[in-house]
């Protein structure tokens, strides 16, 4: 990024961009060096934290649009607004539905993770086995978080974070399919079902926005505006491969490269083509690198068996479903999404050392 900076079309900008992301890789850092029980409670805080946003966005489906329309009736809101208003795609506290479903898709495998973690073999419905009582508490709120962040995902209407939820489960699956082979059978089983129910639900939210998707001539439709997008961005990379045009200029320099149709935007829409317009090829190969490491030390984690396997399976899930979006969307550029990817891409590099797991 510094490097980036002294080539930038807008060095102030690009500098005040890096400033931006220095908490993440404090968050980062913090997350490798912190101990075990203070791990354990930052995930319980996170998956709470999306349980009660969940639980805002149910009532926003079904109370709380009306006086959100009664407000910007006064005003001129933004068009994507009134599109999502009018289709009733919840984003709770968030700046649009797509966002809180990004958020959701880290939550959702996060929380599975943790559900199987803490219930081995119906052991937590022991209440005379060591913090029995407690294990079955945070075993139900877990399983009511999870069924609650579900439903909300459902309502934001997000084909894209559906998609890329399936892709975590599938990894999800797989993971649990090779390291833990005495559940192969029930694996499998529960594999057919959770994607049958998550290709039903992208099924129903195609058909409800069908029109949508398919008014070709409408100027807001995300797909053909998508398209351009990236076009654009490719065009940016074609002339500054190496250095980028800095970060955050590509907002700035997007109108120099926009297709006469496509409508004005700050993102790319595709976080991975925005990196490597912005900081160049180093950039985009340093992002890269950071997100294999913690892979390896999560797949070393699950190899060598340090314990907490199902918990480390669903960081990874987690992971994989915020940079699948993350080709079709800018989630790595909004803070209260890319926020908890970085605490979640820190915890899963710490846990290929013994003397860091979370604590049972």
């Known amino acids: ?8 079309i807008n060095t102030p900008l690009s500098l005040s961009e890096i400033y931006k992301f220095i908490p993440y890789f404090l968050t980062f850092c913090l997350m490798t060096r912190v101990t075990a029980e203070q791990r354990k409670q930052v995930l319980v805080t996170l998956i709470g934290a999306g349980f009660l946003l969940s639980l805002y966005a149910i009532y926003q489906f079904f109370w709380g649009f009306q006086n959100i329309l009664d407000y910007l009736s006064q005003t001129k809101p933004y068009p994507y607004a009134e599109e999502f208003l009018a289709r009733k795609r919840v984003f709770a506290s968030f700046f649009s539905p797509d966002m809180f479903a990004g958020y959701l898709i880290m939550l959702i495998p996060l929380t599975a993770g943790l559900l199987l973690e803490i219930a081995p073999k119906g ?17 139900l709120l877990a399983g009511l978080a999870l069924i609650t962040m579900s439903v909300s995902l459902l309502l934001t209407k997000s084909a894209g974070a559906g998609f890329s939820l399936l892709v975590a489960f599938l990894v999800f699956s797989a993971l649990l399919f090779a390291y833990q082979p005495h559940l192969r059978r029930r694996t499998l089983l529960a594999a057919v079902i959770i994607c049958i129910l998550i290709i039903s639900m992208l099924a129903g939210i195609i058909i409800t926005r069908a029109n949508y998707f398919l008014d070709l001539n409408n100027p807001q439709n995300s797909i053909i505006q998508r398209l351009f997008f990236w076009k654009a961005a490719v065009r940016i990379i074609k002339d500054f491969p190496l250095t980028g045009v800095g970060l ?5 320099i997007y109108p120099n490269y926009k297709s006469l149709q496509a409508i004005e935007t700050h993102f790319a829409h595709n976080s991975y083509l925005q990196i490597w317009a912005e900081i160049g090829i180093l950039g985009i190969l340093a992002w890269l690198w950071l997100i294999l490491g913690s892979f390896r030390a999560g797949l070393r984690n699950l190899k060598v068996g340090h314990g907490q396997s199902y918990l480390t399976i669903g960081l990874i899930a987690a992971s994989a479903a915020f940079l699948v979006h993350n080709f079709i969307d800018f989630d790595f550029f909004i803070p209260e999404v890319a926020f908890h990817w970085w605490v979640i891409l820190g915890i899963t590099s710490a846990l290929s050392s013994p003397h860091r797991q979370l604590p049972k």
């Open 1 to 8: 990024m510094a490097i980036s900076s002294s080539f930038s």
């Open 123 to 139: 052991q937590f419905l022991s209440l005379r086995a060591p913090k029995g009582a407690g294990n079955l508490i945070l075993c």
């Open 248 to 252: 955050g200029n590509f907002g700035r």
